[in-house]
């Protein structure tokens, strides 16, 4: 008697199992893509990323991709591989139109970071989802520390000069510089003595590079001032600065990232490398991830367009900095 009373139970139970697996949502898997995972930006991005990933329970497949090519392949590999969204930070903004069709066609959601995507005609495509930094402010914010930095040493506009590593190609990058080359001139600094180093590649040696050519146009300079695209344009100027004796004492850099510049802080021998506006990568990782995971899971569209703000933090501050933002222990 008992086990016929359990037996259409267990049948019911069994039932039950094979309809909620056959109306179970799919797994969550979401790529996210970044054009230089040796910087330490991207790699903190990544973490925050996967912070997400292990939090809500979905996959995070971390790819790098320094070409078009690369980007293409991976977008195909993703959806084959069953990926419903997409977070990336391309190699090359120009690819706009071509990421938007194929993200598309492989029916994958698309959130862009860091680099808004342009269009054919150059002009930001502004309905594709976009979390990004308040470039034009923080690079204000960039030239505002460095005149500061000036006027506390005394020196003279006379004997001083700006060097802005650029990459103007990127928008992101171009607004940057623009900014602190703004507030420079905002700030009393005389335009013909800020020089353009224009980088070939948005990495150190591209910077390095660049201001060594400017150094060697301008030998008399006695005190520099530099800003660039993020951390590492910043380093690229440094080091070449250092190669022709500069020190801490007669060039001032701040940098934007404050992720790529620990190193350099962490030397017991102050560099001309001064300082940094330090971004949230925990927005831009942990963030965005979140937001994929919910527009995937409940059609919850995030916000077409986020700006995220930066601090400086110095040689004083940073440890402090850092570990209230999660970043270092
Ligand atoms: C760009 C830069 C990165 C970082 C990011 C927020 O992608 O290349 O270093 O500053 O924006």
């Known amino acids: ?19 909620l697996a056959a109306h179970a949502a799919p797994a969550i898997k979401i790529g996210f893509l970044v054009k230089q995972p040796e910087e330490p930006w991207f790699q903190l ?14 996959t995070l497949v971390k790819i790098g991709a320094g070409d078009g090519e690369k980007v293409l392949s991976a977008i195909d590999n993703l959806a084959a591989g069953g990926a419903q969204g997409l977070i990336i930070c391309t190699p090359d903004t120009r690819l706009g139109p071509g990421i938007v069709a194929k993200a598309r066609a492989a029916g994958l959601k698309l959130l862009t970071v860091d680099d808004q995507l342009v269009s054919a005609n150059g002009q930001p495509m502004s309905k594709v989802h976009y979390l990004g930094i308040s470039a034009g402010k923080i690079g204000e914010d960039v030239g505002k520390t460095l005149a500061a930095e000036m006027k506390k040493r005394g020196w003279s506009a006379a004997d001083t000069a700006v060097c802005a590593a650029t990459f103007d190609e990127l928008a992101t990058a171009k607004a940057r510089t623009d900014g602190a080359i703004a507030a ?9 003595r800020i020089f353009k180093a224009p980088q070939r590649t948005g990495d150190i ?3 390095f590079d660049a201001t060594n050519i400017l150094l060697t146009q301008k030998p008399d300079v006695k005190h520099w001032l530099i800003c660039a695209n993020n951390d590492n344009g910043v380093l690229g100027a440094v080091r070449a600065l250092e190669g022709r004796g500069f020190t801490a004492a007669t060039a001032v850099g701040v940098g934007i990232n404050g992720t790529d510049c620990i190193v350099e802080f962490e030397k017991t021998k102050p560099t001309p490398f001064f300082g940094s506006m ?3 990568a925990k927005s831009h990782g942990y963030d965005t991830a979140k937001m994929m995971y919910y527009w995937i899971k409940d059609g919850k569209e995030p916000p077409l367009d986020t700006r995220t703000v930066g601090v400086l933090i110095t040689r004083e501050n940073f440890r402090q900095v850092l570990k209230e933002q999660g970043i270092r222990d």
Do not use: I, V, Y
Not at 45 to 58: H, I, M, P, T
Not at 184 to 192: D, H, I, T, Y
């Open 1 to 19: 008697m008992k086990s016929l009373l359990l037996l259409p139970f267990r049948t019911l139970a069994a039932l039950t199992a094979l309809a």
């Open 45 to 58: 991005e990544w973490k925050f990323a996967d912070q997400a990933a292990k939090e809500l329970g979905f």
């Open 184 to 192: 420079l001139k905002a700030a009393g600094f005389p335009a013909n």
């Open 205 to 207: 040696p591209g910077s």
């Open 278 to 280: 330090l971004l949230s």
